[in-house]
Structures are given as structure tokens and as C-alpha cells.
């Protein structure tokens, strides 16, 4: 499909999506990236983040922690350890969640148990911002 680029999300458990889209943003370990149709071939690592793609002039989102971003000129496989759409994201559990991590990290603890509770409170303040982004429409 001319000026389309096909999009596949795929996690240990199944592949979570895959349809041709018009752009992707993703989340890579040195910045975030983008891709049109025609993007010469590279192989990144991911890291948590916010993976953004554009479909039929619209904006949607998903929540993507670790993994590995495959890159040519017709697609995009991005094989995430746990990835989730926006609109299957609860925004109050999201946001209990964050508050959760948030007591954690305050509690404090070995080294180990406060890098933990950073990596729950990211990936849970994560999650909480795409599910309020895909029910509010905006982008960045």
C-alpha cells in the first residue's frame, strides 16, 4: 500500500496489532524515533515508553517496556516484553498504581528495592499518561 508502512506489535504472549499506518514514534534506548515508508533498515532496543502511530489522520498509542524495534522500508516490528494499548489501559488503576509506586519509593529500602519501585512508578506513571492521552485525543 503506497505511503503506508505496516506496524506489527508483538509480545511473548501474542502479536497485539498489526495494520498498515502511516507513521510510527517509538520509544528507542537513545531517544525516540520515527519512521515513514521508506526508512532505511536499522535494529534498535527499546525502552519504556510511549510508542505513538498515526492511522487514518489519528493518532493512537500504546504503552511499550523493553524489547526490540525491527526496522525496513515496508515495516515495523516492534517486539516488546510487555506492551498494551491505550484504550485497554484502566485510567484509575493506572492511577492507583502510581500512587502504589509512589508510597514504595518513599518507604525506601535496600538499593535494590528503591530501583525496583523507580522502574513500577515509571512504568505505572507510563501507562497512566497514554490511557489519559487516548481518551483526551492529543499528541506529545
Do not use: C
Not at 510487555?82 to 518507604?107: M, N
Amino acid at each position: 500500500m503506497a505511503g503506508k508502512i505496516l506496524l506489527e506489535v508483538v509480545t511473548p504472549e501474542h502479536l497485539l496489532f498489526s495494520k498498515q499506518v502511516d507513521e510510527v514514534i517509538a520509544p528507542g534506548v537513545d531517544g525516540e524515533f520515527g519512521v515513514l515508508p521508506g526508512r532505511a533498515p536499522f535494529l534498535t532496543s527499546l525502552r519504556i515508553g510511549e510508542l505513538q502511530y498515526k492511522m487514518d489522520n489519528a493518532w493512537h498509542y500504546m504503552s511499550v517496556l523493553w524489547g526490540y524495534a525491527e526496522v525496513n522500508q515496508t515495516k515495523v516490528t516492534i517486539l516488546a516484553e510487555i506492551a498494551e494499548k491505550a484504550e485497554d489501559i484502566d485510567v484509575e488503576r493506572a492511577a492507583q498504581k502510581v500512587a502504589d509506586a509512589e508510597q514504595r519509593l518513599k518507604t525506601g529500602g535496600l538499593p535494590s528495592d528503591v530501583k525496583d519501585a523507580q522502574i513500577s512508578l515509571e512504568k505505572a506513571r507510563l501507562r497512566k499518561k497514554i490511557a489519559e492521552r487516548a481518551r483526551g485525543g492529543t499528541r506529545h
